[in-house]
């Protein structure tokens, strides 16, 4: 019955802003975003706690405004992408602005396919959407949520415009297929990651466990592994930019697959350091056995499983 009740109730809103216009949306997804800040303090506390880690020179007034406005942002998200699942292919494409999408095209040249790499930044999940509008259709790694009925709605989301959602089971060998078939698969990479497929990274001057999977994948396929981010313009338009490929240790290096996903860490951390309200702040990314370990996430269950992890999961 519970899940039937939030699939209803986000269906209805999708109902509702379909119709309304972008300033409306954004407005409904700020007021989300406050109404958690002010009433979920737990997450409040540990985006609090993160933030102040990450940003020592900053005083606590500066981190508590910065949370909010992280509170607020990502009010947003969860409403401008139901939004943007009401949209036709050609005005979706109308508000977004590409950066270094000529990096994609010269990947898929080498004939290796590319894994493109994000994290819970931005507007994540609109990379993969008009990735395959602009360029061409992808894997998206993902796990499924404990409810049905919301997993269903959100796989139709993301496969709207031709993409195909990857789940834990059999996730490695898909994704091999697609890379050997000269395809795209996308991942996020800014998740805990528990032994044996974790790493140890260096994240905002703490050690955080990352997957090894995206490396181990990319040196044994020679596969590109390409950044990827998406960032508000404002009024319902958005930026999707490109990076530079990550250049992959040499042959024979020593700790390459630790190596290659700082690298990939690093690429992430700038952008999180230049926009620092667009980051899950309320994540617990660093788990040292902390009070924070204990509380649930913010966002719908997912299931899980004993098959061993994918590279990484939406």
């Known amino acids: 019955m519970r ?31 406050v109404l958690f800040y002010l009433f979920d303090a737990p997450h409040r506390r540990i985006a ?26 990502f009010g947003r998200v969860l409403i401008e992408l139901l939004k943007v699942s ?14 270094g999408d000529e990096r994609a095209r010269q990947a898929y040249a080498q004939g290796k396919g ?21 360029v061409a259709p992808i894997g998206v790694l993902a796990r499924a949520l404990d409810n049905p009925y919301l997993n269903t709605l959100l796989e139709r989301v993301r496969q709207a415009t031709g993409n195909t959602v990857i789940y834990r089971r059999g ?12 395809q795209g698969v996308a991942m996020l990479i800014d998740q805990h990651t528990l032994p044996p497929d974790a790493v140890p990274v260096d994240f905002f001057n703490r050690t955080a466990a990352a997957t090894s999977s995206l ?10 592994a390409i950044p990827v981010f998406a960032v508000p313009l404002g009024r319902g338009r958005y930026r999707v930019i490109y990076e ?4 992959a240790p040499p042959p024979g290096a020593p700790d390459a697959i630790r190596e290659f996903m700082q690298r990939c860490t690093d690429v992430l951390e700038m952008y999180v350091r230049r ?40």
Do not use: Q
Request: with cysteine; net charge positive.
């Open 275 to 314: 926009h620092p309200d667009l980051w899950l702040w309320m994540h617990r990314r660093w788990r040292n056995g902390d009070a924070g370990e204990a509380v649930p996430g913010m966002f719908p269950a997912a299931r899980r499983d004993a098959d061993p992890a994918p590279p990484g999961e939406r």
């Open 215 to 224: 490396a181990a994948l990319a040196l044994r396929t020679g596969a590109p």
């Open 114 to 134: 590319v894994i493109f790499f994000t994290g819970h930044f931005g507007y994540w999940e609109l990379c993969g959407i008009v990735h395959a509008l602009r």
């Open 3 to 33: 899940h039937r009740l939030e699939y209803w109730l986000v269906a209805g809103v999708i109902a509702v802003i379909r119709f309304a216009p972008w300033a409306v949306a954004r407005a409904a997804g700020s007021t989300i975003g």
């Open 86 to 99: 009401t949209l036709e292919p050609a005005e979706l494409l109308k508000r977004i602005e590409f950066d």
């Open 48 to 73: 609090h706690d993160n933030l102040a880690r990450a940003f020592p020179g900053r005083n606590a007034r500066e981190c508590r405004m910065i949370a909010r406005r992280v509170f607020i942002h």
């Open 171 to 182: 996730a490695i060998r898909r994704v091999m297929r697609l890379l050997g078939a000269n």
């Open 244 to 247: 530079h490929p990550v250049e």
